[in-house]
Structures are given as structure tokens and as C-alpha cells.
T-cell receptor
Framework: AQKVTQAQTEISVVEKEDVTLDCVYETRDTTYYLFWYKQPPSGELVFLIRRNSFDEQNEISGRYSWNFQKSTSSFNFTITASQVVDSAVYFCALSDLTTSGTYKYIFGTGTRLKVLA | NAGVTQTPKFRILKIGQSMTLQCAQDMNHNYMYWYRQDPGMGLKLIYYSVGAGITDKGEVPNGYNVSRSTTEDFPLRLELAAPSQTSVYFC??????????????FGSGTQLSVL
């Protein structure tokens, strides 16, 4: 069955430290997409990145980078030089093709990141 | 462009009451979803719809009903509210056109307490 595991419930770092959020997934599909979403204290969910299963290149966007490794079924997220504004809950998600040919999304339980000044 | 609009933002219900959470999107998205978020449990899918007139159950559908009479609207109905339905509810939408995953656009959420 499709599953997304974020084993880190909560992480606290001091500002300017680097931090990596782990995401491990399980899927039977050969074509799938992985996502990261950010939920700041205000509560809304914000899309960060989408990666398809055929593209294992790492991606960097400013202080954010993502490491996708199919061999270990992982899609980890690193924040370099963390800032207080990075404090949020981060969710990893996996697209799930149902038997009826429709799509739904499986979310991990989230990692709460606290960046201390 | 409003995106995904959810109403109300907050609501307190008494056990046994019913209510409808409203969700509307103006992006002409075909897929719409309802999730609930419980502390430490992530997002659980309640129901989803792939187009007007088509709905399907997610992981936790019991106690809820949905309808999708138009592309824009996807209301979630709670019948006989129970304390276990205390949660934050998110509506989301996406535009799925082929065999690929599209990002979800989320509403701002509805915080519901059943007392």
C-alpha cells in the first residue's frame, strides 16, 4: 500500500544552522510524483516542490534543496542557513493512482520545525 | 483570482448537530478534495471528486457526505456531529489532465469543534 513516513515529529535548530527533513515513501506505481508542502503558523498549506519518479536530479531553490533517491525511496528536504521564518510544519506527499484511474494524494504526518533566534 | 475559498473559518457545534462546510474554487479545476488534519496525524483524505457529479471515498469518510453538482463547488456535510469530528478541515483542488501528479491548491481551513 502507498505510504509516506516522516519519522521526525519535531526538530529544533538555532538560526543559521542547516537542517534536513526526512521523507520515506512506499508505492507500487512506477510513475508517481512526490511533493513537499509548508504549513506556517498561520495554518495555510503552501506548495514547495513537485518531483516525478523519473527525475532523480537534486534540486536547489535558494536556501532549499531536495534530494530524491529512488534506491532508498527517499525524498529529503534540506534548509541551509535556517531562519526563524522557516518555522513551520512540513509535509511530504505522494500521488496515488487508484484502481479506478483517478488520483489522490497520501500525506506524511508532518515534521514541525522550530528555528530559534 | 480567489483560488480556493472555504467558509466558515471557525465553528463550534453541539453533539448531534449538522452543518455544511463550503468550498469553492475559481480555477476550473476538475479534482477537488476534503482533508481533515488532526494534531500529529497529518492530513487524512475524507472524500474527493474528479469532476461534477463524481465523488469517491477517501480514508476516513464515515460521518460525512459530499456532493459535486458544479465544477466550482464541493461542500462537505457533517450529519450528527460527534466529538471525534473535532478537527481542522481543508479543501483542496487540482487540475489533472494526464498520468501525472499536479500540485494541490488549498483553502485556508475550517477549525471545527464539537462539544
Amino acid at each position: 500500500a502507498q505510504k509516506v513516513t516522516q519519522a521526525q515529529t519535531e526538530i529544533s535548530v538555532v538560526e543559521k544552522e542547516d537542517v534536513t527533513l526526512d521523507c520515506v515513501y512506499e508505492t507500487r506505481d512506477t510513475t508517481y510524483y512526490l511533493f513537499w508542502y509548508k504549513q506556517p503558523p498561520s495554518g495555510e498549506l503552501v506548495f514547495l516542490i513537485r518531483r516525478n519518479s523519473f527525475d532523480e536530479q537534486n534540486e536547489i531553490s535558494g536556501r532549499y534543496s531536495w534530494n530524491f533517491q529512488k534506491s532508498t525511496s527517499s525524498f529529503n528536504f534540506t534548509i541551509t542557513a535556517s531562519q526563524v521564518v522557516d518555522s513551520a510544519v512540513y509535509f511530504c506527499a505522494l500521488s496515488d493512482l487508484t484502481t479506478s484511474g483517478t488520483y489522490k494524494y497520501i500525506f506524511g504526518t508532518g515534521t514541525r520545525l522550530k528555528v530559534l533566534a | 483570482n480567489a483560488g480556493v475559498t472555504q467558509t466558515p473559518k471557525f465553528r463550534i457545534l453541539k453533539i448531534g448537530q449538522s452543518m455544511t462546510l463550503q468550498c469553492a474554487q475559481d480555477m476550473n479545476h476538475n479534482y477537488m478534495y476534503w482533508y481533515r488534519q488532526d494534531p500529529g496525524m497529518g492530513l487524512k483524505l475524507i472524500y474527493y471528486s474528479v469532476g461534477a457529479g463524481i465523488t469517491d471515498k477517501g480514508e476516513v469518510p464515515n460521518g460525512y457526505n459530499v456532493s459535486r453538482s458544479t465544477t466550482e463547488d464541493f461542500p462537505l456535510r457533517l450529519e450528527l456531529a460527534a466529538p471525534s469530528q473535532t478537527s481542522v478541515y481543508f479543501c483542496a483542488s487540482s487540475f489533472v489532465v494526464s498520468v501525472k501528479g499536479e500540485k494541490l491548491f488549498f483553502g485556508s481551513g475550517t477549525q471545527l469543534s464539537v462539544l
